[in-house]
């Protein structure tokens, strides 16, 4: 299983971008698929998670400005980024889990929020 995470870049406060984690696989066989992220000199940490059956769920940092969502059509997760802020820099990576508990990670993608 591979995962392509792309759509990172340079946003100025306040401005939206979209991220996007292309699946090599039928996403339908994930239990769950997330968005992480790990700014420098920090530990990674949940940003969105989707659940097979839809459910969503969200840090309390970007409740209200983050969405997640997919496409089991083309077996991608975006996420959504709206009213971004500084705080948000970090680099951003894709996951999935199987039910059986393995777990799958994408390569990272920069997200830089500036002026």
Request: contains cysteine; glycine residues 12%.
């Amino acid at each position: 299983v591979q995962l392509q995470a792309s759509g990172g870049g340079l946003v100025q406060p306040g401005g939206s971008l979209r991220l996007s984690c292309a699946a090599s696989t039928n996403i339908f066989r994930f239990n769950e698929m997330g968005w992480y992220r790990q700014a420098p000199g920090k530990q990674r940490e949940l940003v969105a998670i989707i659940t097979r059956g839809g459910t969503t769920d969200y840090a309390d940092s970007v409740k209200g400005r983050f969405t997640i969502s997919r496409d089991i059509g083309k077996n991608t997760v975006s996420l959504q980024m709206n009213i971004v802020r500084p705080e948000d820099t970090a680099a951003y990576y894709c996951n999935s889990q199987e039910i059986t508990g393995q777990i799958y990670w994408g390569q990272g993608t920069l997200v830089t929020v500036s002026s």
